[in-house]
């Protein structure tokens, strides 16, 4: 690795370069484009960002969960660079070639289930989602979908509306696609129950009824759900949520798709999200880290759903571009070959447990959940479970000054998220967390007298 592995801050952060570019941005680039820093970077790997003013950020972010193996992981960039010396594009529906063939082989072979499966590869999250809709519509000869609050399942028509959260999202974007049916989720922190004890069997019921009451399982074509929520807060649902839901479309012929876009590829702590609960989706979606960065995604189901598709159906231009597929090929191996799925769960350990020392001396933060390196804490007022964005936000902004790339999320954008490369050091966490840890002590002045005289606890 040639980035030096540490924390630098040479220029207050964003720096003069950064500023400059910023400015310069406003005149080319439309506002509607968020950035969560305003700092411009040059170069990354490992588990560091250096931006254009020489100051070397701590990632816990990986471009949103999609540098699980770094930013410039080497087999990644050797594949990459062959592949581009022997062709760009072709085409997989004018004249297929290779390595799409091996990572739909790769993709059948590392999701959940053994039953016989096939892969059809595209470019973004959104655009799988989409599709994995058209198999389920066309093998069923249904047309209603199911998403569930807090759910994020993309940026285009379709998916916006199957995304829960107005802005930013779908705000002043409708009409939205028809024959979208929104149930309730499991979410554990605010879904206790009369004892407080979440049940997921109880939540999944509750769906359920919704369900047949709203929609009618003869109408249902597919049910389509993230196992652990990214956008919408990292909610992790109760137990045995995710199994009563697909065996209840199991048992009506409802097509069960997992997305896992955000959740996929060991960083979870195991190679796909589904298999903490045992389930084996019919479809699943994967994009984000499986490629490095480079822009790929994919529907992986069950042959059956999968081939009742009539022959040009499916596809995209792009769809499978041979430069995403060697990305993705070397991606898997650098995933399996360096155990990176016990590295998810070495790292998620560490987070966890620095996080919950922090929580237990400030109650600000209501929860600290997730699993292996997707973690997050979602923050609420003293003595209360109403969220608190604006903490999130102090704390966020501080963060980023002292050079650790945070993300928030969550439906009140209340959740700060942790989702570091897998080839981050200990070192780089644990100061991360420092840095958090005194982020916190400084934020919202007389915040600590408040903490000494609150008795209530949450979560
Ligand atoms: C990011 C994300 C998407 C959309 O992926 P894009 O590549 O941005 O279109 C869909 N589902 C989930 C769960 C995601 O996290």
Redo the contacts with the bound molecule.
């Keep these: 690795m040639s980035i030096d592995q540490s924390r630098l801050l040479r220029t207050a952060v964003p720096g003069p370069r950064s500023v400059a570019l910023t400015e310069r941005r406003r005149a080319a680039v439309p506002a509607g484009v968020g950035s969560t820093m305003p700092v411009w970077a040059v170069e990354a790997g490992g588990g560091i960002v250096v931006d254009v003013d020489g100051n070397r950020l701590i990632d816990l972010g990986s471009g949103?969960?999609v540098t699980t193996v770094g930013a410039s992981a080497p087999r990644v960039v050797a594949a990459v660079r062959e592949q581009l010396e022997s062709f760009t594009h072709t085409c997989f529906m004018v004249t297929p070639y290779e390595p799409y063939l091996a990572v739909a082989e790769a993709l059948n072979r590392l999701t959940p289930g053994d039953h016989d499966k096939r892969t059809v590869l595209f470019n973004?999250?959104?655009?799988a989602?989409e599709n994995a809709i058209k198999i389920a519509r066309s093998a069923t000869g249904r047309t209603a979908v199911v998403a569930f609050d807090h759910a994020?399942?993309?940026?285009?028509n379709l998916?916006m509306a199957l995304t829960a959260k107005n802005l930013p999202y779908k705000h002043g974007f409708g009409p939205f696609a028809s024959e979208v049916y929104r149930a309730p989720m499991s979410y554990p922190l605010r879904d206790g129950g009369i004892d407080g004890t979440p049940d997921g069997a109880a939540a999944a019921a509750r769906a359920i009824d919704l369900i047949d009451k709203r929609v009618g399982s003869d109408n249902l074509a597919a049910l389509v759900i993230?196992p652990i929520?990214?956008?919408g807060g990292f909610i992790v649902p109760a137990p045995g949520f995710l199994a009563a839901l697909a065996q209840w479309c199991r048992d009506h012929g409802v097509v069960f798709i997992a997305?896992?876009?955000?959740?996929g590829f060991a960083r979870t702590g195991a190679m796909f999200a589904c298999e903490h609960e045992g389930v084996v989706p019919d479809l699943i979606?994967t994009?984000?880290g499986i490629a490095a960065g480079l822009?790929l995604?994919a529907v992986t189901g069950r042959a059956e759903l999968m081939d009742a598709v009539h022959v040009g159906g499916l596809g995209g231009t792009y769809g499978g571009n041979p430069l995403a597929c060697a990305a993705a090929l070397a991606a898997i191996d650098t995933i399996e070959t360096d155990g990176l799925v016990e590295r998810a769960q070495e790292i998620g350990a560490l987070l966890v447990d620095r996080l919950t020392a922090l929580a237990s001396v400030d109650p600000r933060i209501g929860q600290v959940r997730g699993r292996g390196a997707m973690i997050a804490v979602e923050l609420v007022r003293l003595g209360t479970l109403e969220p608190d964005p604006a903490l999130a936000r102090e704390v966020a902004a501080a963060a980023h000054r002292q050079g650790v790339i945070v993300l928030t999320c969550g439906t009140w954008g209340n959740v700060l998220r942790f989702l570091p490369p897998l080839t981050i050091s200990d070192a780089l966490v644990h100061d991360a967390m420092d840095v958090l840890e005194s982020v916190f002590a400084d934020a919202a002045p007389g915040a600590g007298a408040r903490i000494a005289r609150a008795t209530a606890s949450v979560g």
């Design positions: 949103i969960a973004s999250g959104a655009e989602v994020y399942h993309g940026r285009t998916t993230e929520q990214g956008e997305d896992e876009v955000q959740t979606v994009a984000k822009p995604s």
